[in-house]
């Protein structure tokens, strides 16, 4: 027997409810690290392999999602600018990155957001005294998430047996400089927890 979704619940499966507070998940203890690090993501993924590299899905206009509206200032959803990247580490995608800029930023507030290309966003960033980072919040997303179907697309995940139970752990922050701000969410997956620090060569 096939079950049919009302819209209330088709809907609710499309937002989620960001949480201060990392414990609000019950996500695994061993991606509590890679949830909770406070500098750059970059550096800890370059600190975990002997490659990195950031592969880039697009960057264009779209309509933001209905759960990061106010967090960038806007009071519905609206059009913004939006980048999307696979963070790979030996060639294995290891997180999912979803970035939205207010169309009302200037060049002035984010000068290298537009020419990026596949280079990393975190250390722009973490690189940039103007930027003043706000306070990480957390989530579990189900499979009807927009950003777990789009991080199931870029993996060809949506055909495999079990994708739709898939659950995946993101983390998202505000970044602010001049008069703009910048949503950035990450979204980790399953093969993040088979990383290992590298070792120094002696």
């Known amino acids: 027997m096939k079950h049919t979704l009302t819209p209330a619940r088709s809907a609710s499966l499309r937002?989620?409810?960001?949480?201060?507070?990392?414990?609000?998940?019950?996500?695994p203890a061993a991606l509590r690290p890679w949830l909770t690090?406070?500098?750059?993501l970059t550096a800890r993924l370059k600190a975990h392999s002997s490659s990195f590299r950031v592969q880039c899905l697009h960057q264009q206009t779209a309509l933001c999602l209905n759960?990061?509206?106010?967090?960038?200032?806007?009071?519905?959803?609206?059009?913004?600018?939006?980048?999307?990247?696979?963070l790979r580490c030996d060639n294995t995608p290891v997180v999912f990155a979803h970035t939205v800029v207010p169309m009302s930023a200037t060049a002035s507030d984010w000068p290298l957001f537009s020419?990026?290309?596949?280079?990393?966003?975190?250390?722009?960033?973490f690189g940039d005294p103007q930027v003043r980072r706000g306070e990480l919040e957390f989530a579990r997303l189900r499979a009807g998430h927009p950003l777990a179907q789009r991080?199931?697309?870029?993996?060809?995940?949506?055909?495999?047996a079990g994708a739709d139970e898939l659950i995946l752990y993101a983390r998202r922050?505000?970044?602010?400089?001049?008069?703009?701000?910048?949503?950035?969410?990450?979204?980790?997956?399953?093969?993040?927890?088979?990383?290992?620090?590298?070792?120094?060569?002696?």
């Not at 020419?115 to 960033?125: D, M, Q, V, Y």
């Not at 991080?151 to 495999?160: G, H, M, N, P, T």
Request: hydrophobic share 40%; net charge positive; aromatic share 4%.
């Open 37 to 40: 690090e406070d500098g750059s």
């Open 173 to 202: 922050c505000l970044y602010r400089r001049r008069q703009g701000s910048l949503l950035v969410t990450e979204v980790f997956l399953p093969s993040v927890l088979a990383l290992l620090p590298q070792q120094a060569d002696k």
């Open 115 to 125: 020419a990026l290309g596949e280079r990393s966003l975190g250390t722009t960033l």
């Open 151 to 160: 991080a199931r697309k870029a993996l060809a995940l949506d055909d495999r």
């Open 67 to 86: 759960d990061e509206a106010a967090s960038i200032g806007m009071h519905r959803a609206g059009r913004v600018w939006e980048r999307e990247v696979l």
């Open 15 to 27: 937002q989620t409810r960001w949480q201060p507070h990392v414990l609000a998940l019950n996500a």
